[in-house]
C-alpha cells in the first residue's frame, strides 16, 4: 500500500510545473554536454499517459548554425503501449519550425553526423542475429504548421529549401516493416518549394538505389519491404497556392508550377505497375512553365521545349492509367499559351491502349 501510494505522489509531483522545469533543465543540459553543441528548451509539458509537449527548441551544429528549431513539438500519444511494443501516436503536431540538413566541403559527413556518433556507439565485433518481433506502428494525424526545410549537399549538387504553410494528413495504416501505408485525406496549403541541381562532384556519388526508377545494388544494404515493393493507399488529396521552381544546370532544364488548387479522389494507387484510378480530379488556376536551354527558342508557333501555360484547368472523371492503358472522361479542359496558342473548352470521353490508337 506505502509503495502504491508513493507511486501515485511521483505521478503526481511529474505533473507539477515546478517539476517539469527541472527536467527541462536537465535534459537541456545534459543534450548540450553529450553532443557538444547550443541546446535550448524552452518549455516542457508532460500529460502522463497522453502527451509531451516541447516549447522553443533550438539545437545548433557544430559550425554554429541552426539544425532544428522548433516553436512547437506536440506528441500525443498512448504511452503504455510502448510496453507491449506498440507505438500508438495520436497526433503529432509541428509548429515554426525550421531543419537545416547540409554537406558543404571541405566536410564529407552532413551536419548532423556528430549527433549519431554521441549516441551510436562503435559497430559490434559480433553482429546480433537474433529476431525480435517488429514494433506495431500507427500515427493518426500529423499537422505541420510554418515548416522550412533545408537542404544543401555540395557533393551531389543538391540544393533544395521548402516551406509548408499548412499540413494536416491523416493516416489509417503505418507499417514500414512491410512498406504499407494509408492516408485517406491530406490537406496542403502554402507551399513554396526550391530545387535546383547542378553537376555532382564526383560521378557516381548518389547510389542507383537513390535514383527513381534504378534498381537497388547487390550488397547495397537495403532491404525491400515484405512483399517487394511498397503499398499505397490514398484518398482525398487538397493542395491549393504552392509554388514549385526546379532548375538543373548540368542538363539546363527548368520549371516552375504555380498551382491554385488541385482536388482528387483517389481509387487506388499501384506502385509496383506504375498504375493508379481517380474518381475525380479538379486543377483550377495554374500556370506551368518548361524550358530547356540546350535548345534554340522557336520563331513561330508552339515550342514544345520553352512552354508558358497559364491558367490551366483540367477537370476529369474515373481517371484510370497504367503501363498499356489509359481512359476516363474531361469535362473541362483550357489553357492559353504564350505562342497565341488558346484552347477555350474541350469535353471528351477517351480509351487508349497500347496497340490501339485513343479515340
Known amino acids: 500500500m506505502t509503495i502504491f501510494i508513493i507511486l501515485i505522489l511521483v505521478l503526481l509531483l511529474i505533473q507539477t510545473p515546478f517539476v517539469q522545469n527541472i527536467a527541462r533543465a536537465r535534459v537541456e543540459t545534459y543534450l548540450s554536454r553529450k553532443l557538444n553543441t547550443a541546446v535550448r528548451i524552452g518549455g516542457l509539458r508532460i500529460n502522463f499517459l497522453h502527451s509531451v509537449t516541447l516549447k522553443d527548441v533550438f539545437i545548433a551544429d557544430r559550425k554554429k548554425d541552426t539544425l532544428l528549431s522548433a516553436g512547437l513539438i506536440d506528441v500525443n500519444l498512448y504511452v503504455l503501449g510502448l510496453l507491449h511494443n506498440n507505438l500508438d501516436i495520436k497526433k503529432v503536431q509541428l509548429g515554426d519550425l525550421t531543419v537545416k540538413v547540409k ?36 500515427l493518426h494525424d500529423l499537422v505541420l504548421d510554418r515548416i522550412r526545410v533545408v537542404y544543401k549537399d555540395t557533393v551531389t549538387g543538391n540544393d533544395i529549401e521548402a516551406y509548408i504553410g499548412y499540413n494536416e494528413t491523416k ?13 485517406p485525406s491530406l490537406v496542403l496549403s502554402g507551399l513554396q518549394a526550391r530545387i535546383y541541381q547542378g553537376k555532382p562532384l564526383v560521378v557516381g556519388t548518389v547510389p ?48 516552375t508550377l504555380q498551382l491554385g488548387s488541385l482536388l482528387a479522389n483517389v481509387k487506388a494507387v499501384d506502385l509496383d505497375k506504375m498504375a493508379f484510378q481517380l474518381n475525380g480530379l479538379q486543377l483550377d488556376s495554374t500556370n506551368v512553365t518548361f524550358d530547356n536551354d540546350s535548345l534554340k527558342h522557336q520563331k513561330n508557333g508552339m515550342d514544345y521545349a520553352h512552354l508558358s501555360i497559364r491558367q490551366l484547368a483540367l477537370h476529369t472523371d474515373n481517371l484510370s492509367y497504367s503501363a498499356d492503358s489509359i481512359s476516363g472522361f474531361v469535362s473541362k479542359g483550357e489553357f492559353s499559351e504564350r505562342s497565341g496558342f488558346r484552347l477555350v473548352r474541350l469535353q471528351t470521353r477517351f480509351l487508349g491502349e497500347t496497340h490501339q490508337p485513343f479515340g
Open 103 to 138: 554537406r558543404e566541403l571541405p566536410d564529407t559527413a552532413f551536419n548532423f553526423q556528430f549527433i549519431i556518433d554521441a549516441f551510436v556507439g562503435a559497430p559490434s565485433a559480433k553482429p546480433d542475429t537474433t529476431k525480435s518481433t517488429p514494433m506495431k506502428m500507427a
Open 171 to 183: 493516416m489509417d495504416e503505418l507499417d514500414p516493416t512491410n512498406g504499407r501505408y494509408g492516408i
Open 208 to 255: 542507383k538505389a537513390n535514383v527513381a526508377g534504378a534498381p537497388p545494388e547487390k550488397g547495397g544494404g537495403g532491404t525491400a519491404p515484405a512483399g517487394g515493393g511498397m503499398f499505397l493507399k490514398l484518398g482525398k488529396i487538397d493542395i491549393e497556392n504552392s509554388n514549385l521552381d526546379y532548375r538543373n544546370t548540368a542538363n539546363k532544364l527548368s520549371t
